[in-house]
């Protein structure tokens, strides 16, 4: 049974780049949650998809956008970087949309913007 | 506002109890729930509690009174490899899932 995976798992990126990260949710899961963690700190809500569209947006600026597929993979885009971008970028799944308190979690990919 | 509270670090002896509390405050409260995450991990889920009371899952138990918004996090028969960093969440109305700052567990022997 697969787990939750993501890539890549890390990347180095300039100010002002625009990076793509990508997420498979774990095997019969449906619904796709993205997290920031910077380090020391709890991971904070992004945003939730379910059935290819954005359920709900965390405090997060436009320049964070997603996208999920048809297979339920999803994708988090993040445009014109900033150093405080920097940081843990985790994927997070679950069978639908009300078992969200019991979420599944990738690996991660570590961002890091010089 | 929507906000969790967590001592930010705690420290045990090798089989000992301990105990991690969480207060919480959100609009549309629907349960707490507890994800332990080792360095370098992802958060593991650990247990959800929708109602009053305490639930048992092995060597850990989840605690929660709605009236006063608090919940806690038991770990018995502590094992160095519990050491680690808890967070409790809520899932507060919506979509939207709220994560504490995490309690560092640090286990010695």
């Known amino acids: 049974d697969a787990g939750v995976t993501q890539s890549p798992t890390h990347l180095i990126k300039t100010r002002g780049q625009q990076v793509t990260l990508r997420c498979s949710p774990k095997?019969?899961?449906?619904?796709v949650s993205w997290y920031q963690q910077a380090l020391g700190q709890g991971p904070q809500f992004i945003f939730q998809?379910?059935?290819?569209?954005?359920?709900q947006r965390g405090n997060f600026p436009d320049r964070f956008s997603g996208h999920q597929f048809p297979n339920y993979s999803s994708e988090l885009n993040v445009n014109a970087l900033l150093l405080g971008d920097s940081a843990l970028y985790l994927c997070?799944?679950?069978?639908?949309?009300?078992?969200?308190?019991?979420?599944?979690f990738g690996p991660g990919t570590r961002l890091t913007v010089t | 506002g929507q906000s969790l509270e967590q001592p930010s670090e705690v420290t045990a002896v090798e089989g000992a109890i301990v105990q991690i509390n969480c207060t919480y405050q959100?609009?549309?409260?629907?349960?707490l729930s507890w994800y332990q995450q080792h360095d370098g991990g992802a958060p593991t889920f650990l247990s959800y509690?929708?109602?009053?009371g305490l639930e048992e899952t092995g060597r850990f138990s989840s605690f929660l009174s709605r009236s006063d918004s608090y919940g806690y996090l038991l770990l018995q028969e502590l094992q160095m490899k519990d050491s680690a960093s808890y967070f409790c969440?809520?899932?507060?109305?919506?979509?939207?899932?709220?994560f504490g700052a995490g309690t560092r567990l640090f286990v010695k022997a």
């Open positions: 997070a799944s679950n069978k639908d949309y009300t078992s969200s308190y019991e979420q599944y």
């Open positions: 095997s019969g899961h449906d619904t």
């Open positions: 998809y379910y059935e290819e569209e954005e359920r």
């Open positions: 959100t609009s549309g409260f629907y349960g």
């Open positions: 509690n929708a109602l009053d």
């Open positions: 969440a809520v899932k507060a109305g919506g979509f939207k899932t709220i």
